[in-house]
């Protein structure tokens, strides 16, 4: 493409508090890359629980409406700003990007690049970007839990849930995992044993399963039951939070509830109990970008690394065209797939 030509890309937009019919489409003219920026032109990007989220107003620090959402993105390099290699020009790359990732084609900061391995299917890749980043910080980097270790993945069909059971197991770990009966089976796939997450003896089952308790509990949902999950936590190991499911369709201020689960974390760590509680929030460290882009960028070419060599198996729920955002939306938020719904521009 020559480069002075302009790019137009078409973008879902979030216009507000609305149900997946009212998402729009748009098409816009992007700018040139800035220095430091490409632009992409992307191939797939993911449908997360943020993004259900933010259709809700209720993700933590959501821009104004309207805007463009889209967590991550997979795609090639169609033009590069000033100060960038144009080495990188047709190359496949992903890029965690919060927001902006509906879309055909979007510029993203160089620095926020990773490459993606030769060979490796980009709804495959994409799978894995924030899901992969996500799981390989909360098990490696916070609980730091050991082979021959125990945790509890509260939704192990779900698609962090699913990454993190994988790596869990390709590290020794051995792994509960909460699900819906459907699930059951997939959740066995992944090497993990399975209760059902409806069951009103949920907890007393999981301590059956492990009675000495965990060494991590992942937990997203948060609620009531984040009590139970520390509960579980046996004294050397780690509770870690990573959402509130519980509190999405909750009306009132989206920072209400993740405030009360920051001071009951915050409770249980200054309490003398020898454990850990934890609130993973993946852009912790962010001022420091370079130091952040850098760690980011290690922990998910080693999750693509693990991919390329089948050590982990992409989970792709469905495959939905962009046009079909609402769709994929609804698809999502019904609870009946697992792995992730990854977009297809």
Same mark, same amino acid.
């Given at each position: 493409?020559?480069?002075?030509?302009?790019?137009?890309a078409?973008?879902?937009?979030?216009?507000?508090?609305?149900?997946?019919?009212g998402?729009?489409?748009?098409?816009?003219?992007?700018?040139?890359?800035?220095?430091?920026?490409?632009?992409?032109?992307?191939?797939?990007?993911?449908?997360?629980?943020? *993004?259900?989220?933010?259709?809700?107003?209720?993700?933590?620090?959501?821009?104004?409406?309207? @805007?463009?959402?889209?967590?991550?993105?997979?795609?090639?390099?169609?033009?590069?700003?000033?100060?960038?290699?144009?080495?990188?020009?047709?190359?496949? !790359?992903?890029?965690?990007?919060?927001?902006?990732?509906?879309?055909?084609?979007?510029?993203?900061? =160089?620095?926020?690049?990773?490459?993606?391995?030769?060979?490796?299917?980009?709804? *495959?890749?994409e799978t894995?970007?924030?899901?992969?980043?996500?799981?390989?910080?909360?098990?490696?980097?916070?609980?730091?839990?050991?082979?021959?270790?125990?945790?509890?993945?509260?939704?192990?069909?779900?698609? !962090?849930?699913?990454?993190?059971?994988?790596?869990?197991r390709? =590290?020794?770990?051995?792994?509960v995992?909460? =699900?819906?009966?459907?699930?059951?089976?997939?959740?066995?796939?992944?090497?993990?044993?399975?209760?059902?997450y409806?069951?009103?003896?949920?907890?007393?089952?999981?301590?059956?399963?492990?009675?000495?308790?965990y060494?991590?509990?992942?937990?997203?949902?948060?609620?009531?039951?984040?009590? *139970?999950?520390?509960?579980?936590?046996?004294?050397?190991?780690?509770?870690?939070?990573?959402?509130?499911?519980?509190?999405?369709? !909750?009306a009132?201020?989206?920072?209400?509830?993740?405030?009360?689960?920051?001071a009951?974390?915050?409770?249980?760590?200054?309490?003398?109990?020898?454990?850990?509680?934890?609130?993973?929030?993946?852009?912790?460290?962010?001022?420091?970008?370079?130091? @952040?882009?850098?760690?980011?960028?290690?922990?998910?070419?080693t999750?693509?690394?693990?991919?390329?060599?089948?050590?982990?198996?992409?989970?792709?729920?469905?495959?939905?065209?962009?046009?079909?955002?609402?769709?994929?939306?609804?698809?999502?938020e019904?609870?009946?797939?697992?792995?992730?719904?990854?977009?297809?521009?």
């Amino acid at each position: 493409m020559n480069a002075t030509q302009a790019v137009t890309a078409t973008e879902i937009v979030l216009p507000g508090v609305v149900e997946p019919a009212g998402l729009q489409i748009r098409d816009r003219e992007l700018p040139a890359p800035g220095p430091g920026q490409v632009l992409v032109r992307v191939e797939v990007s993911g449908v997360s629980f943020a *993004e259900q989220q933010m259709r809700r107003g209720k993700y933590y620090d959501q821009p104004a409406f309207p @805007f463009v959402p889209g967590y991550d993105l997979v795609g090639r390099v169609e033009r590069v700003g000033s100060g960038v290699d144009p080495r990188r020009l047709g190359t496949r !790359v992903a890029a965690v990007t919060k927001i902006g990732g509906w879309a055909t084609a979007a510029i993203v900061d =160089a620095g926020d690049l990773v490459p993606v391995p030769d060979g490796v299917d980009p709804a *495959e890749a994409e799978t894995v970007v924030v899901n992969g980043v996500t799981a390989w910080q909360m098990l490696h980097r916070i609980a730091r839990v050991r082979s021959g270790g125990t945790i509890l993945v509260l939704g192990a069909n779900g698609g !962090v849930g699913s990454t993190l059971t994988q790596l869990a197991r390709h =590290a020794g770990i051995r792994v509960v995992g909460t =699900a819906s009966p459907r699930h059951h089976d997939a959740v066995r796939a992944l090497g993990a044993e399975p209760i059902d997450y409806r069951d009103p003896q949920l907890y007393r089952r999981a301590r059956d399963l492990s009675p000495d308790g965990y060494d991590a509990v992942f937990d997203h949902v948060g609620g009531a039951g984040i009590l *139970e999950s520390w509960r579980l936590v046996r004294r050397g190991g780690a509770l870690v939070s990573y959402g509130s499911a519980a509190t999405r369709d !909750v009306a009132g201020n989206s920072r209400l509830p993740i405030l009360g689960l920051f001071a009951r974390l915050l409770w249980w760590n200054l309490a003398p109990n020898g454990r850990r509680a934890h609130f993973y929030n993946l852009w912790a460290g962010r001022r420091r970008r370079a130091a @952040f882009q850098a760690k980011l960028r290690d922990d998910l070419t080693t999750v693509f690394a693990l991919l390329a060599d089948g050590s982990l198996t992409a989970q792709v729920a469905a495959r939905i065209p962009l046009r079909d955002a609402a769709a994929a939306m609804r698809l999502a938020e019904s609870g009946t797939v697992a792995g992730k719904i990854v977009l297809t521009a």
